[in-house]
């Protein structure tokens, strides 16, 4: 039987992986990175197949991930060379175009792209995908389904993928968590409290708004009561330029999309 086959065993598969084995993915997983500590702790951690030779990881994909960094990824399809047979490639390197993996390595291979976030490994992760033309019907509902067993997915065009990657991505509520409690234990908290102060103000918020039917703006008139402290702790934030400082972070994450895509 032909598995889901992953090159490279870093942070993002082994994110996968765990959410994969969380949903009780019963098909054939196999890993291919060319570290073979790396491998073996990947053996051990999620029991499932490793194959240190490359050409024969390839040759026992149904679907292969690409899952190395933008700058490995040309090296690694050169590598792969030669394929035989129709086979579904989902790159996982940020930024680099469908254009370009097609130009590494064509029909019979057929693309994909993901994004999928870290948090896969909980089972409530958040992938985007995008399809190559040549992509068959059958290929991309399988393509969506596997990534659907770790969250939910949304298909989107791939001139907005470099957009909602540097949206997406969990570090922006892990940065604003941290900094939030650092901050609260300057003014005087404890540790402990001021992990669950941050906590709540980050992801108990968050998560009622998403279970309510109220409107974010609405929430933000609620929770900050004009001449209040949430008021004035919102007002000192802006005009300390908050919003630009997220709109500057999000076009350095472009740039460096757009550089990933020249390599």
């Known amino acids: 039987?032909?598995?889901?086959?992953?090159?490279?065993?870093?942070?993002?598969?082994?994110?996968?992986?765990?959410?994969?084995?969380?949903?009780?993915?019963?098909?054939?997983?196999?890993?291919?990175?060319?570290?073979?500590?790396?491998?073996?702790k990947i053996k051990r951690q999620y029991g499932i197949i490793v194959e240190p030779d490359l050409h024969r990881a390839v040759e026992a994909a149904r679907v292969l991930i690409i899952a190395v960094r933008p700058d490995s990824v040309r090296e690694l399809l050169r590598d792969i060379g030669t394929i035989n047979r129709r086979l579904t490639a989902v790159s996982l390197a940020a930024g680099v175009p469908l254009a370009k993996l097609r130009a590494g390595l064509g029909p019979p291979m057929h693309w994909a792209r993901a994004m999928p976030s870290p948090v896969s490994r909980s089972g409530r992760g958040l992938t985007a995908l995008t399809f190559d033309r040549g992509l068959s019907v059958a290929a991309r509902a399988e393509v969506r389904n596997l990534f659907a067993r770790v969250g939910a997915v949304l298909e989107i065009h791939?001139?907005?993928?470099?957009?909602?990657?540097?949206?997406?991505?969990?570090?922006?509520?892990?940065?604003?968590?941290?900094?939030?409690?650092?901050a609260a234990e300057a003014?005087?908290?404890?540790?402990?409290?001021?992990?669950?102060?941050?906590?709540?103000?980050?992801?108990?918020?968050?998560?009622?708004?998403?279970?309510?039917?109220a409107s974010l703006e609405d929430l933000l008139q609620e929770a900050a009561t004009p001449g209040g402290t949430a008021a004035t702790v919102m007002a000192s934030i802006n005009n300390a330029g908050y919003r630009r400082i997220v709109a500057q972070g999000l076009r350095a994450g472009l740039r460096q999309a757009r550089k990933n895509a020249r390599l």
Do not use: C
Not at 161 to 179: E, K, N, Q, R, W
């Open 187 to 213: 003014i005087g908290l404890d540790r402990k409290s001021a992990r669950m102060a941050a906590t709540h103000a980050l992801v108990d918020g968050v998560a009622a708004w998403r279970a309510g039917t």
């Open 1 to 40: 039987m032909k598995a889901t086959v992953f090159l490279g065993g870093g942070r993002i598969t082994s994110a996968l992986l765990a959410g994969l084995r969380l949903a009780g993915y019963g098909q054939p997983i196999v890993v291919h990175d060319r570290h073979a500590e790396k491998l073996q």
């Open 158 to 182: 791939e001139n907005q993928l470099d957009a909602f990657t540097v949206t997406f991505s969990s570090s922006h509520g892990y940065h604003a968590l941290a900094t939030l409690i650092n």
